[in-house]
Nanobody, 126 residues
Framework: VQLQASGGGLVQAGGSLRLSCTAS????????MGWFRQAPGLEREFVAS?????????SYSDSVKGRFSISRDNAKNAVYLQMNSLKPEDTAVYYC???????????????????WGQGTQVTVSS
């Protein structure tokens, strides 16, 4: 499974960005998809995840809840992260990840995902 993330960039605080991640796999709908981020000097942290179905259940970290929204389009093998009301502390490299059989309780664990994209930089200026 190869994942390609895109859509990062430089934005002012309060602005919005939409990240996209496409997967080169025919069984995309069988994977739980997640977004993680990593700021310099910090560990990779969970941002959001979505279950396998087109309207699957979603999970968010407390730091992004109410501002970010994850969605997927199984027909396009794509997952998206809509980021609104961005803050300087959202600055990080954002990674998409895919995993099969990811338990709901493990969705925030990077080790639960077998496949990772290359990351896309998001920089929020104050």
């Amino acid at each position: 499974v190869q994942l390609q993330a895109s859509g990062g960039g430089l934005v002012q605080a309060g602005g919005s960005l939409r990240l996209s991640c496409t997967a080169s796999v025919s069984t995309f709908s069988t994977y739980v998809m997640g977004w993680f981020r990593q700021a310099p000097g910090l560990e990779r942290e969970f941002v959001a995840s979505i279950n396998r179905n087109q309207y699957g259940s979603t999970s968010y970290s407390d730091s992004v809840k109410g501002r970010f929204s994850i969605s997927r389009d199984n027909a396009k093998n794509a997952v998206y992260l809509q980021m609104n009301s961005l803050k300087p502390e959202d600055t990080a490299v954002y990674y998409c990840a895919a995993g099969r059989g990811v338990m709901h309780s493990s969705r925030g664990d990077p080790g639960a995902y077998a496949y990772w994209g290359q990351g896309t930089q998001v920089t929020v200026s104050s």
